[in-house]
Nanobody, 120 residues
């Protein structure tokens, strides 16, 4: 199994920045991609950004391109999401996932989530 632990959420004013971290442990060879998803209550989960662990290929949702940056530290099995120029519409619960790349990161393992709240 794979365990994912997120950190770095919080509250920030519009235009501010936050950095999310996700540390993986366990059988880290079970996956080849990691990503960040977000979800509002009663809504479907949206893939925000993801990366292939071994070659750095990245994916970004159109809504975050140019503002969010995903990066990885393979030595520490950690992926980051740098979120700049935050907007109130970025307010969601953010989840880290690890899984298999299928043109997107199909999450097989999930973290517990971290809340991001952006006020206007």
């Amino acid at each position: 199994q794979v365990q994912l632990v997120e950190s770095g959420g919080g509250s920030v004013q519009a235009g501010g920045s936050l950095r999310l971290s996700c540390a993986a442990s366990g059988k880290t060879y079970y996956y080849n991609c990691m990503g960040w998803f977000r979800q509002a209550p009663g809504k479907e989960r949206e893939e925000v950004a993801s990366t292939i662990i071994y070659d750095g290929t990245t994916y970004y949702a159109d809504s975050v391109k140019g503002r969010f940056t995903i990066s990885r530290d393979n030595a520490h099995n950690t992926v980051y999401l740098q979120m700049d120029s935050l907007k109130p519409e970025d307010t969601f619960m953010y989840y880290c996932a690890a899984g298999v790349w299928r043109g997107y990161c199909q999450g097989d393992y999930w973290g517990q989530g971290t809340q991001v709240t952006v006020s206007s």
